[in-house]
């Protein structure tokens, strides 16, 4: 299993630009989340989704826009992309239930905007 | 809704000593509380975690308590390794909540050999 995995590693933008953050997972799970990392801050929930078709806001949701057609891949769009939007991104994954709740990160995307 | 404070920020020890994290939270509903850690450039990784229902939880050389009424957890490393360095989050959790973990802000752990 590849685990989850992100697409691009480092990107760079210009203000006002737009771009999507890959996101995919091979474990069949049905959780997946997007967290901002920044220095000092720990790690904030974008968005999140229960499942396929399901997607609903995390702490930190404005500037962002999130899909999930499938139960393997949970994209991340940026539109209009801001200098507050530099920072490292990450995708985890985890299993539906009470059970088992680690969440498995994939390695960062790490953003700049200039 | 949930709040959740880490500290110290930075924490420097020689290689052997032992090493506390320490992490409050707000929300008495939280009943779930995991602690990652990530190497540089990679991303968070489990390394252990409690439930509402258990006092302490150890593995080898890591442990967690926990204290309900205080609303305090505890991250505790012995025997610390130069290979633990790295970045050190808390987090909380309200399981029927989807899973969403609200993090603390981190600890970067240095073992000096």
């Known amino acids: 299993n590849a685990g989850v995995t992100q697409t691009p590693k480092f990107r760079i933008l210009k203000i006002g630009q737009s771009m999507t953050l890959q996101c995919a997972q091979d474990m069949n799970h049905n959780y997946m989340y997007w967290y901002r990392q920044d220095p000092g801050m720990g790690l904030k929930l974008i968005y999140y989704?229960?499942?396929?078709?399901?997607?609903d806001k995390g702490e930190v949701p404005n500037g962002y826009n999130v899909s999930r057609s499938t139960t393997e891949d949970f994209p991340l769009r940026l539109e209009l992309a801001a200098p507050s939007q530099t920072s490292v991104y990450f995708c985890?994954?985890?299993?539906?239930?009470?059970?088992?709740?680690?969440?498995?990160f994939g390695p960062g995307t790490r953003l700049t905007v200039t | 809704g949930e709040n959740v404070e880490q500290h110290p920020s930075t924490l420097s020890v020689q290689e052997g000593d032992s090493a506390v994290i320490k992490c409050t939270y707000s929300?008495?509903?939280?009943?779930?509380f995991p602690w990652y850690k990530q190497e540089l450039g990679k991303g968070p990784q489990l390394i252990i975690d409690i439930r509402s229902n258990v006092g302490e939880k150890k593995d080898q050389r890591i442990a967690v308590t926990l204290n309900k009424t205080a609303k305090h957890f505890s991250l505790h490393i012995t025997e610390t390794q130069p290979e633990d360095s790295a970045v050190y989050f808390c987090?909380?959790?309200?399981?029927?909540?989807?899973?969403?973990?609200?993090f603390g802000q981190g600890t970067t752990l240095q073992v000096k050999p």
């Open positions: 985890a994954s985890s299993y539906e239930g009470t059970a088992n709740l680690e969440q498995y």
């Open positions: 989704s229960v499942g396929a078709g399901i997607t």
């Open positions: 987090a909380a959790s309200i399981t029927s909540n989807t899973g969403k973990l609200i």
């Open positions: 929300d008495s509903a939280s009943n779930y």
